[in-house]
C-alpha cells in the first residue's frame, strides 16, 4: 500500500525543491533553514515596520507612497534574500539534488524542459499583471512593450531555473554486474 502524503508534505518539498520521500536527516535540514529565513524575515519586518512608522510621522510624505515602497521593499526582500538563502542552504545540504540514471538522463532534462518553461511563462504573465495593477489607472497593463518586457523576462527566469535544475541532476554511474 502507498502511502499518501498530506497537502502540507507537498508543499514544503515544492518550496524547498525536494524530491524523494522526505526523510528525519531532510525534515531536520528543512527545518533548520526554515527557521534561519523565519529569524530574517521577522527581523527584517521589525525594522521596516519601525522606519516606516519613523518617516511617517516625521515627513509630510503621502501615506500611498509609504505604503507602497513598504510592500514593494517586503516583496523584494522576501523573494531576493529570503529566497536565495533557501535556495543557497537547500543546495549546499544537498537538499535539491536528483539522483539519475545515465538511461534515464535526457527524458529527465526533458521534464526539468518543460518545467522550467512553465515557471518562466508562469512568473512573466503574474509579473505583468501585478506590475499592471499597481500602476495607476492599469495603464501599463494594456501597453504592448510591457507585455514584450515582462514575456522576454519571463524566457529569461525559465532559462535560470532550468539551468538551476539542470545543475541539480546528479548522474548515477551504471555498475554491470
Known sequence: MRDKENILTKMIKKAYDISGPLDEYKRSEINRIGNNAFMMLWFYLLFTNFCALLVMSLTNIGTYNILLGLLLSN????????GGYVIYATRKAKLSEIDVTVD???KQKHLLKKKSALQGISWGMSMFLIMGAISPNFSSLFSWIS???WLISGALFGLIM?????SNLKKLKQCDD
Open 75 to 82: 516583496l523584494i526582500f522576501s523573494i531576493d534574500v529570503i
Open 147 to 149: 507585455f514584450v518586457i
Open 162 to 166: 532550468y539551468w538551476y535544475h539542470a
Open 104 to 106: 534515464n538522463y535526457p
